[in-house]
């Protein structure tokens, strides 16, 4: 299974920090990137300064200092953004991972705030040190704003397909039934650009006056299309090009990146089991619905039991094995997916974009319980596919959680089809098609 970057801890360091030289004809370039978010948010922006890293450019990244640990292992410096929080304990307030109104409250308390701190933060590096290119993810609002301001260019970073909401997508925006989602795309995309203008621009049109920019609508959706390039950071296979996407719109793959020294346990720990037996169900919740799980991995512990399976629990650093689990059973804080999914059986997840990426190139089937954001889309593209199940999560106990898991190992045409993309996703790369692009618009050729 390939992987961005280097396979253990002790060659990632090495190599993030051994002096790099450009390529003949290269010219070293200064990338910024800049994202805000949990570990899924942060990690495929990671993968991408590492390979431009590797390339032998500079790159500073603008986010959280609670990242730091991993920005410099990847070989990049940290720019902190705010101050200094555990976003752990930001994920345990459930208004956070709230069904229908999660994704609004991030944005209104944390996302739209953190706007006037990455303009200023984005003008402050280039004055020091002149920026040729900025990598922003598409939700750290502002940064597009500070590139009009100094006139450096931009390219806007996607990570899941609901960002390009499209009128001939059949996006789920929302925690509803799928055929009625189906029955209303047409009217999806406008509602997208209504709804989010309706919640979102007087406050950033607010923020943009102080910053002597003018008002303008549809502020959201603008500087999420918008950049010299936009990159779509997933597979083809799991959403491929279509009339109507941003103009200057690149679908890369996903962009990976697992590696966590601080939270992830021994590896030699988790090879023994992993070698002890037949292939388990790895069970994971991402680092953040993994804080608001309610019974989930009591269901997921006893699943194991009544399907005689071996269990991968990814519990959080505040998790632990449920109570009488079974002697086949094991939690961990956390382990590098691309080292357990692809020798487990099956998946059950949260939808994360990232966990879902790690999914599909393990080529195991998977079994999704989307929490919130975009986790509701993620799961209904995997289960078009044909390789996924949805559950949904009130209706996550032990019965349902063991009829779910016990059909889905059953189906043959799900665990093909799922071995069949994880072979054809084999070689895809969405850091280094991102950094391509990011050289490219850095030397103003197009992207």
Excluded at 289 to 314: I, N, P, Q, T, W
Excluded at 334 to 363: D, E, F, L
Excluded at 413 to 426: D, H, S, T, Y
Aim: aromatic content about 6%; some cysteine.
């Amino acid at each position: 299974m390939q992987q961005s970057g280097p396979r253990t801890m002790r060659e990632m360091i090495e190599q993030a920090t051994r002096p790099q030289k450009a390529e003949p004809g290269d010219v070293p370039r200064h990338v910024l990137i800049v994202t805000v978010g949990s570990h899924g948010d942060i990690h495929p922006f990671l993968a991408i300064g590492n390979e431009l890293v590797q390339r032998g450019h500079r790159v500073s990244v603008i986010t959280n200092s609670y990242y730091a640990g991993q920005v410099a292992e990847v070989g990049c410096e940290l720019v902190p953004l705010g101050e200094r929080f555990d976003l752990s304990e930001l994920a345990k307030n459930p208004q956070m991972m709230a069904k229908w109104t999660g994704s609004v409250n991030i944005f209104r308390e944390l996302i739209i705030p953190n706007a006037p701190g990455i303009v200023e933060a984005i003008e402050k590096v280039h004055q020091r040190d002149a920026v040729d290119v900025v990598l922003t993810h598409h939700i750290a609002l502002g940064a597009a704003w500070a590139c009009e301001r100094i006139g450096v260019p931009h390219v806007v970073g996607c990570l899941s397909p609901v960002a390009w909401n499209n009128k001939l997508d059949p996006c789920i925006l929302m925690p509803l039934p799928v055929k009625f989602s189906e029955k209303i795309r047409p009217i999806t995309t406008k509602w997208a650009r209504w709804g989010t203008a309706l919640a979102f621009d007087g406050m950033l049109n607010k923020m943009r006056r102080e910053l002597g920019l003018p008002a303008r609508r549809y502020n959201y959706m603008v500087d999420t299309l918008g950049g010299k390039a936009n990159l779509g950071l997933w597979s083809r296979h799991f959403r491929g090009p279509l009339p109507g996407d941003p103009d200057h719109g690149v679908i890369c793959g996903f962009s990976v990146w697992d590696r966590d020294s601080e939270r992830q346990v021994r590896s030699e720990e988790i090879e023994r089991f992993l070698k002890d037996g037949d292939e388990p169900i790895v069970f994971t919740l991402g680092t953040s619905a993994v804080h608001v799980a309610g019974d989930f991995y009591m269901a997921a512990s006893e699943a194991c039991r009544g399907l005689g399976k071996r269990g991968v629990l990814l519990v959080g650093k505040d998790g632990k094995l449920p109570q009488g689990a079974p002697d086949g059973v094991r939690a961990f804080s956390y382990a590098p997916h691309s080292q357990v999914m692809p020798r487990s059986c099956a998946i059950v997840h949260h939808g994360g974009v990232g966990t879902t990426a790690q999914a599909m190139r393990a080529g195991r089937p998977t079994v999704i319980v989307p929490f919130a954001h975009d986790q509701f889309d993620n799961a209904a593209r995997a289960e078009r596919m044909g390789i996924s199940r949805t559950l949904a999560r009130s209706q996550v106990n032990v019965a349902r959680m063991t009829d779910v898991l016990r059909g889905l190992l059953a189906d043959e045409i799900a665990v093909r089809g799922a071995a069949e993309i994880g072979r054809r996703m084999k070689d895809e790369n969405g850091a280094t098609a991102a950094a391509d692009v990011m050289e490219r618009v850095a030397s103003g050729q197009p992207a």
